[in-house]
T-cell receptor, first 113, second 111 residues
Framework: DAGVIQSPRHEVTEMGQEVTLRCKPI?????LFWYRQTMMRGLELLIY????????DSGMPEDRFSAKMPNASFSTLKIQPSEPRDSAVYFC???????????FGSGTRLTVV | DQQVKQNSPSLSVQEGRISILNCDYT??????FLWYKKYPAEGPTFLIS?????DKNEDGRFTVFLNKSAKHLSLHIVPSQPGDSAVYFC??????????FGAGTRLTVKP
C-alpha cells in the first residue's frame, strides 16, 4: 500500500517567492493534516481537513499560509510570500475516521534564503 | 502552548542497556498517547501507544508507561540497539482530530 506522498522532497527558494507543497494522502483516509517541524517547537499542527473540508486552521502562523484540498487525493500548502523564518520541514499526514494513528509522508524540507 | 513536553532534547546510551525517554503533558483531557520514531529524511512512524485506561503497554523491546496522576509517560527500550538511534516524538490526543506532539528526543545508541 502506498503511504502518504509529498512533493517536492526539498525546496530552496528566495525570500518573497511563492512556495507550494503538495500531498497525496493514503487512499480511504478521511483526515489530512499539515505539520511543521522546527527544532524549538517540534511538530506543530498547522491545519487539518476532514472529507476535504478545512476544520481547524488555528495553527496556521500567518495569512501568508494557505491550504487547500480540492479532492480526497490531493492537498496543497502554499506560502506567499515566503520568508526565511518559514524554513522548516513540512509534513503531511492522514488518518482514517475510525482510528487515531496518523500515517506521515517523508516531508518537504523548505529553505528560504 | 506546549501541551506535550519532552524536556530532554537528546539521550545517549550504550548498546544493550535500557533507554528511557520521558514525556509530560498538561491537558487532563488527553486519553490516548503515542510514541513515534523518526529517522533522518523520513516521516515519523508509529511505534507504540497506550490508552488512558491502562498504565502499561508492552510490545517486544518497547514498553510505554503512563502515570495519569503525574501526567507523565515514558518509553523504555530494552535492550537498546544501534538501529534504535532516531528522534522519538511523544504525542497525545483526546479525539481523532487533535493530536499534540512534543519537540522530540534524539536517541543515540552507541555500539
Amino acid at each position: 500500500d502506498a503511504g502518504v506522498i509529498q512533493s517536492p522532497r526539498h525546496e530552496v527558494t528566495e525570500m518573497g517567492q511563492e512556495v507550494t507543497l503538495r500531498c497525496k494522502p493514503i487512499s480511504g483516509h478521511d483526515y489530512l493534516f499539515w505539520y511543521r517541524q522546527t527544532m524549538m517547537r517540534g511538530l506543530e499542527l498547522l491545519i487539518y481537513f476532514n472529507n476535504n473540508v478545512p476544520i481547524d486552521d488555528s495553527g496556521m502562523p500567518e495569512d501568508r499560509f494557505s491550504a487547500k484540498m480540492p479532492n480526497a487525493s490531493f492537498s496543497t500548502l502554499k506560502i506567499q510570500p515566503s520568508e526565511p523564518r518559514d524554513s522548516a520541514v513540512y509534513f503531511c499526514a492522514s488518518s482514517p475516521s475510525t482510528g487515531r494513528l496518523r500515517g506521515f509522508g517523508s516531508g518537504t524540507r523548505l529553505t528560504v534564503v | 502552548d506546549q501541551q506535550v513536553k519532552q524536556n530532554s532534547p537528546s539521550l545517549s546510551v550504550q548498546e544493550g542497556r535500557i533507554s528511557i525517554l520521558n514525556c509530560d503533558y498538561t491537558n487532563s483531557m488527553f486519553d490516548y498517547f503515542l510514541w513515534y520514531k523518526k529517522y533522518p529524511a523520513e516521516g515519523p512512524t508509529f511505534l507504540i501507544s497506550i490508552s488512558s485506561i491502562k498504565d502499561k503497554n508492552e510490545d517486544g523491546r518497547f514498553t510505554v508507561f503512563l502515570n495519569k496522576s503525574a501526567k507523565h509517560l515514558s518509553l523504555h527500550i530494552v535492550p537498546s540497539q544501534p538501529g534504535d538511534s532516531a528522534v522519538y516524538f511523544c504525542a497525545a490526543s483526546y479525539n481523532n482530530n487533535d493530536m499534540r506532539f512534543g519537540a522530540g528526543t534524539r536517541l543515540t545508541v552507541k555500539p
